[in-house]
């Protein structure tokens, strides 16, 4: 009964790929959100969505871009990676936007 | 801006102790929200305790409470009976009323020794 998921748990990829980060959440909420978690534990919102639009774009690179196709997931599609891209990914839900936020298990990206 | 301040980078105490993680932040909403996640070695973001600020009374979760002061804009969160399974990286939250996002401070490594 995982309440929030992303799949990829591991991702190792060469530097200029394209990859996806998928996220699902089954606990019904209208919120979801990708943040970004750097070598040093920073964690940082990188967007959020409600009801699939989008709502908070925090100055994330435009080879970043997250797909809402309904309110239960909130995928992230990044274009020709780089080096600096290698971190720790967080999707989370919250039930309103200002609300308890839940957070999937994270997908390390490694970047080569 | 509103920021979030984590000044013990590591902490360390021994089983069965307790040990209080400090926590202060700054803006100028009257409304928002103040939480503790914990994250161990496993990566999982796991929410510990949740703080209305509209609430004067400190949210308690068993052996974790905090200590908020709101006019001090503190936060701090006490372990009791420390366990060996408290070992991770403790971070403070907040968000308010008008945003989204959860901003964090950089956390608390923590070790419960036996």
């Known amino acids: 009964d995982t309440a929030v998921s992303q799949t990829p748990k591991y991702l190792v990829t060469q530097m200029g790929n394209d990859k996806s980060i998928k996220c699902e959440q089954n606990?019904?909420?209208?919120?979801m959100y990708w943040y970004k978690q750097d070598s040093k534990k920073f964690l940082k919102i990188m967007f959020s969505?409600?009801?699939?639009?989008?709502?908070i774009n925090e100055t994330v690179p435009n080879r970043f871009s997250p797909k809402s196709p309904d309110k239960a997931h909130l995928n992230l599609h990044i274009n020709s990676l780089e080096l600096g891209d290698s971190a720790v990914y967080f999707c989370?839900?919250?039930?309103?936007?200002?609300?308890?936020?839940?957070f999937g298990p994270g997908t390390r990206l490694t970047v080569l | 801006a509103q920021t979030v301040t984590q000044s013990q980078p590591e902490m360390s105490v021994q089983e069965a102790e307790t040990v209080t993680l400090s926590c202060t932040y700054d803006?100028?909403?009257?409304?928002?929200?103040l939480f503790w996640y914990k994250q161990p070695p496993s990566r999982q973001m796991i929410l510990v305790i949740r703080q209305e600020a509209y609430k004067q009374q400190n949210a308690t979760e068993n052996r974790f409470s905090v200590n908020f002061q709101k006019a001090a804009k503190s936060f701090s969160l006490k372990i009791s009976d420390s366990q060996l399974g408290d070992t991770a990286m403790y971070f403070c939250a907040f968000t308010n009323y008008n945003t989204d996002k959860l901003i964090f401070g950089t956390g608390t490594r923590l070790q419960v020794f036996p």
């Open positions: 969505y409600n009801n699939k639009e989008l709502i």
């Open positions: 606990l019904g909420h209208d919120t």
């Open positions: 803006t100028s909403e009257n409304n928002y929200y």
């Open positions: 989370a839900s919250s039930p309103t936007n200002t609300d308890t936020q839940y």
